[in-house]
């Protein structure tokens, strides 16, 4: 969101990009909705998706993170 919305990007495409990675990675498991950190992962999901995340991947050309997240 800070991205989309700063005149200034605050970090720049490397450190975005790791850290979307560690944010899909947290997606790995999401099947089993009898863990415990279920209901954190998909608040993590509701809000990359409230907050449009993925126009962010598609301007980095994180092609390969899109197809993970999916």
Not at 3 to 9: C, D, E, Q
Not at 14 to 21: A, N, Q, S, T
Not at 38 to 57: P, W
């Amino acid at each position: 969101m800070m991205r989309l919305t700063a005149p200034m990007a605050p970090y720049n495409d490397d450190v975005m990009r790791r850290v979307f990675i560690l944010i899909i990675e947290t997606f790995q498991g999401l099947d089993n909705n009898a863990g415990s950190t279920f209901g954190k992962k998909l608040d993590i999901l509701g809000g990359m998706a409230m907050t449009r995340t993925y126009e962010i991947l598609f301007d980095l050309k994180c092609d390969d993170l899109i197809l993970q997240m999916f």
